[in-house]
């Protein structure tokens, strides 16, 4: 009898607040389940930065300040100088680099270090600030569509239960933290009718052009997307100024217009990883960074082939990765088909920890990733659904914008992939967005019937 008196109080409770309007509820309210929310990621991010240091303890020093020059994927000096002697470059073996980092992650770390140093401050600033925008973005949404707590509740869970998502999330050390986070930011409110929608929509697409080179044709096909579909003019403006701003920057210091495929001037070599013969031996277990590779600066005598006396600037030392991949290119295309097939079944069906770093004599595991497997599962369902509805909505346009902006997404994310590579951590914000979609599908669904 106990027991069963229980069941019915919590039966009660979840019908009283659970399934409560999130409109009916109280400013009071909406504070204290921000208090709660907020107060998780908190801890949350604590416990990610114990973890972190214990992984990579040279990125603090014994005050527990940033090492800024540790930081990896070639940010370190580059923040370093931007923070030390606000120049933003780096000196790559005494050439100047003014455009082999997009700047939004390196002026994050500039932003922060005007209020502290240390490393705990960054991971939970960073964190706190972008979980209450998704908060508010996700209250605002909800409230527009009168949905249950139960429902805000889970489409806000959906960044933080599944904890390879939540991993990505909360770093710092690559931009694909900005992406997990704004890519399906960008997805709940291209379907919203917020007052001021295609301001934000405009503002995220700015920020994803600054952020990574790939983002580049997710942002041109949304911004086309508007302007053609929507009539919204908004959107590809944001594109315009964040394609000038990088553009002239970049002209002013090297006399280039850094666009498309140059707008980072290291985008060649990057290139070069893919464009190797061995690179399906590695792929995608092993990080690519271990193949043996043309590197201008230090292998200048072992497999380098017609190396220049001396590069006088960054483009220069793009162009020879240019040439390099183009003659890769012109005598290996059925390997770099064979490659591109590697890459799709990765991208959809690869199941287990990739990217790893190799030990001589100690072959890399093959460990199954629950947490990764549910995202991959999450995507070919979503993808699946996304198929059948547009099908059955007789590709009508009016009936199946959640899922043109779903294909817009996912189809101009894979060109970079299949050219370059991709592992799981650059495909969060897909994960995200399959999430998403699923749950507004079955909300739509559910309030149809």
């Known amino acids: 009898m106990y027991i069963l008196n229980i069941v019915i109080l919590l039966k009660n409770l979840y019908k009283k607040v659970f ?49 800024y020059e540790s930081i990896p994927f070639a940010y370190g000096e580059l923040i370093e100088n931007l ?62 569509r009168n949905y249950k707590l139960f429902s805000f509740l889970i489409l806000n869970l959906i960044f933080l239960y599944n904890f390879y998502n ?75 100024i964040s394609i000038l701003s990088w553009g002239l920057f970049g002209y002013i210091k090297t006399n280039k217009f850094p666009f498309g495929a140059t707008v980072l001037s290291t985008n060649s070599h990057a290139l070069s990883l893919s464009f190797n013969k061995n690179f399906h031996k590695v792929y995608p277990l092993i990080s ?68 790893q770093i190799y030990k001589i004599n100690e072959p890399p595991e093959k460990n199954f990733d629950i947490f990764i497997f549910i995202n991959k599962l999450i995507v070919l369902l979503a993808i699946i659904i996304a198929l059948k509805s547009t099908i059955n909505n007789s590709f009508k346009i009016s009936n199946i914008k959640i899922e043109i902006i779903f294909f817009i997404i996912l189809f101009s994310s894979l060109p970079p992939f299949l050219l370059g590579w991709a592992v799981n951590r650059h495909l969060v914000f897909l994960f995200l967005l399959s999430h998403i979609y699923l749950f507004l599908k079955f909300k739509l669904e559910r309030k149809i019937k």
């Open 19 to 67: 399934l409560k309007n999130i409109n009916e509820f109280t400013q009071l309210n909406i504070i204290c389940f921000y208090a709660v929310y907020i107060s998780l990621i908190f801890i949350t991010s604590i416990v990610f930065y114990k973890y972190f240091i214990i992984l990579y303890p040279q990125i603090i020093d014994n005050n527990l300040n940033i090492v």
């Open 83 to 144: 923070i030390v002697n606000k120049k933003y470059s780096s000196s790559i073996f005494n050439t100047e680099f003014y455009l082999n980092r997009l700047p939004v992650v390196p002026f994050i770390f500039f932003m922060a270090s005007f209020f502290s140093s240390k490393l705990y401050f960054l991971i939970i600033s960073k964190n706190i600030l972008l979980f209450s925008i998704l908060f508010f973005t996700i209250l605002k949404f909800s409230r527009e």
């Open 166 to 240: 939540l991993k990505i999330i909360y770093n710092f050390v690559y931009a694909d933290f900005i992406v997990a986070i704004f890519l399906p930011l960008l997805f709940i409110i291209s379907i919203s009718n917020f007052k001021f929608k295609y301001f934000y929509i405009g503002l995220i697409i700015f920020i994803l052009y600054l952020s990574k080179a790939n983002m580049f044709p997710i942002c041109l096909a949304l911004s086309l997307y508007f302007l053609f579909f929507e009539k919204k003019k908004i959107p590809l403006i944001f594109m315009l």
């Open 288 to 355: 690519v960074d271990v193949l043996d590779k043309c590197h201008l600066f230090q292998n200048r005598y072992t497999i380098c082939k017609n190396l220049p006396n001396k590069i006088d600037n960054e483009w220069e030392y793009y162009n020879f990765y240019k040439e390099q991949n183009q003659k890769y290119f012109e005598q290996n295309k059925k390997r770099l088909l064979k490659d591109v097939i590697l890459k799709i079944k990765t991208i959809f069906f690869n199941f287990y920890e990739d990217g």
